[in-house]
C-alpha cells in the first residue's frame, strides 16, 4: 500500500481528535475556554465518527448533526437537567453504535492492514469516551457518587481519567464509586474494556494467521 486511502484518513481524523479532546481536557482549566474547546472536539468527533463508518452512513450524518445541534443547545442555551441527561445518554447511544459498526467492519475484513488497526484503537477510545460521559453525568444527577482525591473541584478531565482507568481496570484507587450506581456503571465499563480487548485481539490474530497461511 502506496497511499492512505479515505478510510484510513478518516480513521487518523478521528484518533487525532479523541486525543486532542483529552490533552484539551487536562491542560486546559479555565471554566469558559474548557467548556468551548470540549463542544468544538466533541462536533468534529461526533462527524469524524460517521465518516470512519464505510457503509450506510447517511443516517448517521443526519443523527449527528441532531445530536451536535443539541449538545449545543444543552451546553449554552437550555439549562436544564433532564435535557442535560438525555442529550448525554443519547451520545453515549451514538457512540455505542459507532463501535458496533467499527466492530462489524473490523470483523468482515479479510486482511490486518493499517486500516483495521485504527479501527480496532477507535473502537477501544470511543468506549472510553462513553465511561468518562456516563460517570460525568452520574456524578451531576447523584449527589456524591464519586470520591475524588481533590473533591474542591471537578473538571471533566477528572471523568476522562477515571472512564479510561476503570476501562483498563488500573485502578489506582484515587477516584472511588460511592453509590450503587457508580459502582455498577465502573464494573460495567472494566468489563466491556476487557471483553474489547479480548474479542478484538483474538479476531485480530485469526485474521493474520490466516493471512499469513494464505501468503505462504
Known sequence: MTGKSPRAYNNIILTLLIILLVISSFLIHVEVLSKILNSLFFTLILLAATYAINKNRKKLVYFAVILIIFREAANFLIQNEYFYSLVSLTS???????????????ASSIIVDRDVILESVNGYLLIGLCASILFALVDRIQEHAFAFTNPASQYFSDYIYFGFITQTTIGYGDVTPLTDLGRLLAITVGISGQLYVAIIIAMLVGKYLSQKNIGS
Open 92 to 106: 453515549v447511544f451514538f457512540f455505542f453504535i459507532i463501535v458496533v459498526r467499527l466492530i462489524q467492519q473490523v
